[in-house]
C-alpha cells in the first residue's frame, strides 16, 4: 500500500510455536473467534504474540480471503488516524487535495486489526465508539455518513484496561464494546514448556535465513534460558537465538555464550545488590570486593575455587564479602545452587564441595528466598536443574 508506518495491510502466515497448556487453550481460543464475527481483544505484555494470534484468527475465519488491515494507534497522532481509518473529503484540512476513502473501508469482508488500542487519545476513542455503534463511516470534513462496511474488529494491548478505566483514561463503554471475546497470552516465563521450542524453531530459522550452521544449545545453557524472566517475551528469545546462531555458528553455546542481561543480569546492571539477610548494603558509589571477584567470574571466567576461596581464607574477604557473592549469583540463577556452580566456573562434581565450604563458613543462604514469586513462575515450572536442587 505503501502508506504510513503503523498502517499496514498484513498478508504474512505466522506460525504459533509451543506445546504448553496456555499455548494448547490459546489455540482452542483462536478456534472459537474465528467461528464468530464477534470482536475480539487480546492482552498480554509485549512481544508476547498478540499480533500473531490476531493474524490466525483472521486466517482461520470465513473472511480469510479478505484483507486483513493492520493499524498501530500508537504510532499516529490523533488527525492523523482518524483519517487513516475513515477517511477525508477534499479540502477538509490544509493538503486534502482530494477525497480519500479509510482503511476501514479498503477492508470489506475483512479484519481490521487495531494494535495498542490502550494508546488512544479520548476524542479518538469517542470517534470509534460512534463507528461502533452506528457501523456507519463518516470521513472527516463530510456532513454525514458516507457509508457502512462490514468489518471484523480485533484489537490489542499491553495496558490493563480496567486499571485505565479507574484513573479516566479510557472509556469505560468502549472497553465493554471492545471486550466480548478476551484471549489473555500469558507472558513467557509462564510458559517455560514453550522455551526448548523456540529455540529450536528459531535456531533452525535464523541458521536457514543466515546459511550457517546449526548451532546446538547445551543443557546448562538451557537451564539458563529457562530461569532468565523474559521481559521482552518471544521478541527478546528470538533476538537472543538470531544473535546466537550468528556468533556461534555450528557450535555449541555454553552458557558463557548467552548475552549478559541473560545470563549475567547483575553485572549488567552494574553489579547491584539488594539489601538482605545478613548481607551488609551496597555502597551506591564504590564497587565493593565482592564485585570486583564477582566480575573476575562472571565476565572473565575465573573460576571461584582461584578467584574468591584463597582471598577468603587469607581473610582479605569478609564473611559479608562471601555472602554477597553468593547472593549476588543465586540472584542470577532464580535461587538454583546447581547454575550457580557454572556460574562460578566450577565443574558439576564441586557441587558437594562447595555448598559444605560455605555452610562451614555460615556463607549458605536459603535459597527459597531468590526463586521468582509464584505469582510470576509457576511451582513446578522452573528449570530442569531446579528440579534437582536439594540444597
Ligand atoms: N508462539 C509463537 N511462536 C513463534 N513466534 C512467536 C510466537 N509468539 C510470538 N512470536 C514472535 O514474536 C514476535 C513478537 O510477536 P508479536 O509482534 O505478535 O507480539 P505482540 O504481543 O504484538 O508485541 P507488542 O505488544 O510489542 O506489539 C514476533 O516476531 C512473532 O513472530
Ligand atoms: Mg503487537
Not at 528470538?238 to 555454553?254: A, D, F, H
Amino acid at each position: 500500500m505503501g502508506r504510513i508506518p503503523g498502517l499496514s495491510l498484513a498478508k504474512t502466515e505466522m506460525r504459533l510455536v509451543g506445546r504448553s497448556e496456555a499455548i494448547r487453550t490459546i489455540e482452542a481460543d483462536i478456534e472459537c473467534a474465528a467461528r464468530s464475527d464477534a470482536k475480539v481483544l487480546i492482552t498480554g505484555e509485549t512481544g508476547v504474540g498478540k499480533e500473531v494470534v490476531a493474524r490466525q484468527i483472521h486466517q482461520r475465519s470465513l473472511r480469510a480471503q479478505g484483507p486483513l488491515v493492520n493499524v498501530n494507534c500508537a504510532g499516529l497522532p490523533d488527525s492523523l488516524l482518524e483519517s487513516e481509518l475513515f477517511g477525508h473529503v477534499r479540502g477538509s484540512f490544509t493538503g486534502a487535495y482530494r477525497d480519500k476513502p479509510g482503511l476501514l473501508e479498503m477492508a470489506p469482508n475483512g479484519t481490521v486489526f487495531l494494535d495498542e488500542v490502550g494508546e488512544m487519545s479520548m476524542r479518538m476513542q469517542v470517534v470509534l465508539l460512534r463507528f461502533l455503534e452506528t457501523g456507519e463511516i463518516q470521513r472527516i470534513g463530510a456532513d454525514r455518513s458516507h457509508t457502512r462496511v462490514n468489518v471484523r474488529l480485533i484489537t490489542a494491548t499491553n495496558r490493563d484496561l480496567p486499571t485505565q478505566i479507574a484513573s479516566g483514561a479510557f472509556r469505560e463503554d468502549l472497553y465493554f464494546r471492545l471486550n466480548v471475546i478476551r484471549l489473555t497470552i500469558p507472558p513467557l516465563r509462564e510458559r517455560l514448556d514453550d522455551i526448548p521450542l523456540l529455540v529450536d524453531y528459531y535456531l533452525d530459522t535464523y541458521s536457514g535465513q543466515h546459511r550457517v550452521a546449526r548451532p546446538e544449545v547445551s543443557s546448562a545453557a538451557m537451564d539458563v534460558l529457562m530461569a532468565h524472566r523474559w521481559p521482552g517475551n518471544i521478541r527478546e528469545l528470538k533476538n537472543v537465538i538470531e544473535r546466537l546462531v550468528l556468533k556461534t555458528s555450528g557450535q555449541i553455546i555454553r552458557p558463557n555464550d548467552l548475552p549478559a542481561d541473560v545470563f549475567k543480569p547483575l553485572i549488567a546492571a552494574g553489579a547491584g545488590i539488594s539489601p538482605g539477610d545478613g548481607v551488609a548494603p551496597r555502597k551506591p558509589d564504590a564497587r565493593s570486593a565482592a564485585d570486583d571477584l564477582a566480575v573476575r567470574m562472571l565476565q572473565n571466567g575465573e573460576s571461584f575455587w582461584s578467584a574468591v576461596y584463597p582471598v577468603f581464607m587469607s581473610r582479605d574477604l569478609t564473611r559479608d564479602d562471601l555472602r554477597k557473592i553468593v547472593q549476588l549469583g543465586l540472584e542470577s540463577t532464580n535461587g538454583n545452587y546447581r547454575l550457580l556452580i557454572q556460574l562460578f566456573n566450577m565443574p558439576d562434581e564441586d557441587y558437594k564441595r562447595f555448598l559444605s565450604f560455605l555452610r562451614k563458613h555460615d556463607c549458605h543462604l536459603p535459597f527459597q528466598r531468590f526463586r521468582v514469586a509464584p505469582s510470576r513462575l509457576p511451582a513446578n515450572a522452573v528449570s530442569r536443574s531446579m528440579l534437582s536442587n536439594k540444597a
